[in-house]
């Protein structure tokens, strides 16, 4: 996966504006113009296309673990990027684990909605240094799954919405109620003058 790829997911599942992404930005102390944010979410084929480095999406990452977590008590106002890294999907893992506040068990349910399972012991080897013996290479197939599964817990409809869309489709299939009497087909009606029913005389054909 690209890094434009996972930050349009985030931008997604997280349902948030292109002003919004810029903002989070500015919590580590890290600019960038609206337009260039813009240009980040454009689909590659788009001549305003512009690749969002391992900076960038560095950036937004501890931006967004700031934002739904906050500033860390032991750290200054002064959060910057440190120096450019190579990013990995380990590290993308990570960072989205730590910004959504999950636990293994809560990484685990979200793999499993996407329709994929791996075992605690072997999500753990995602997140161990590189030096471990046990560490093991998130490949994009597993990050794709938790990004899924993210967006399957974050943007699924309620169950106050979804009782209200089946209350709208219900009266919406419901048989309308008939106003006023019911109209007989012509053919039966009577004539009520007279209480004398009347009949079609037939009709004469000339030759």
Same mark, same amino acid.
């Given at each position: ?79 910057? $990027?440190?120096?450019?890294?190579? !990013?990995?999907?380990? =590290?993308?893992? *990570?960072? %989205? &684990? ?5 636990? /293994? ?31 093991? $290479?998130?490949?994009?197939?597993? !990050?794709?799954?938790? =990004?899924?599964? *993210?967006? %399957? &817990? ?5 169950? /106050? ?47």
């Amino acid at each position: 996966m690209t890094n434009n790829d996972i930050l349009r997911r985030l931008r997604y599942i997280l349902n948030i504006k292109d002003t919004k992404i810029t903002k989070i930005l500015s919590l580590v102390n890290y600019q960038a113009p609206l337009p260039r944010v813009v240009s980040w979410l454009k689909k590659e084929e788009n001549e305003d296309f512009t690749e969002c480095t391992d900076k960038d999406l560095i950036a937004f990452l501890d931006g967004l673990i700031i934002e739904k977590r906050g500033k860390r008590e032991d750290s200054n106002n002064s959060h910057k $990027v440190q120096a450019p890294i190579r !990013l990995n999907n380990n =590290l993308v893992f *990570l960072k %989205l &684990k730590i910004a959504f506040n999950l636990k /293994s068990d809560d990484v685990l349910e979200l793999l499993s909605m996407a329709n994929y399972k791996i075992s605690s012991s072997e999500l753990s080897a995602f997140f161990r240094k590189k030096t471990h013996r046990h560490y093991r $290479v998130c490949k994009d197939q597993i !990050l794709r799954k938790f =990004l899924k599964g *993210l967006q %399957l &817990k974050y943007t699924m409809p309620t169950e /106050s919405s979804n009782q209200q869309v089946t209350k709208v489709e219900s009266r919406q299939s419901a048989p309308k109620k008939l106003e006023g009497t019911l109209r007989m087909p012509a053919k039966n009606r009577v004539n009520t003058i007279g209480n004398q029913p009347t009949t079609k005389k037939p009709k004469k054909f000339s030759w």
